[in-house]
Nanobody, 122 residues
Framework: EVQLVESGGGLVQAGGSLRLSCLHS????????IGWFHRAPGKERVGISC????????WYEDSVKGRFTISSDNTKNTVYLQMNNLKPEDTAVYFC???????????????WGQGTQVTVSS
């Protein structure tokens, strides 16, 4: 059974940092990809970053380039999203998702975590 569990969200002031974790199990990460999405209040789920388990290639949405870094620790079955210089507009529920290939669109992912709330105060 595929499972994804996010953690690391919280309340932070603008300019601060958080590191989100996505603990994954039930599939072979080397044959898969994991993406991070966020859903702001009243908005659709938006892809912000993803990483390929096979070759480590990464993608970032323009608004987070230079501020967010995605990485993986295969010894811990965990994908991280380091978020620096956070802005109030980053406030959202953050989800990780898994599928066979990298994708930036939510409906292309079959497996999802429950989400973790990130709130950035101004």
């Amino acid at each position: 059974e595929v499972q994804l569990v996010e953690s690391g969200g919280g309340l932070v002031q603008a300019g601060g940092s958080l590191r989100l974790s996505c603990l994954h199990s039930g599939f072979t990460f080397n044959d898969s990809a994991i993406g991070w999405f966020h859903r702001a209040p009243g908005k659709e789920r938006v892809g912000i970053s993803c990483i390929s388990g096979s070759d480590g290639s990464t993608w970032y949405e323009d608004s987070v380039k230079g501020r967010f870094t995605i990485s993986s620790d295969n010894t811990k079955n965990t994908v991280y999203l380091q978020m620096n210089n956070l802005k109030p507009e980053d406030t959202a529920v953050y989800f990780c998702a898994a599928d066979h290939e990298m994708a930036t669109i939510a409906h292309l992912y079959d497996y999802w975590g429950q989400g973790t709330q990130v709130t950035v105060s101004s």
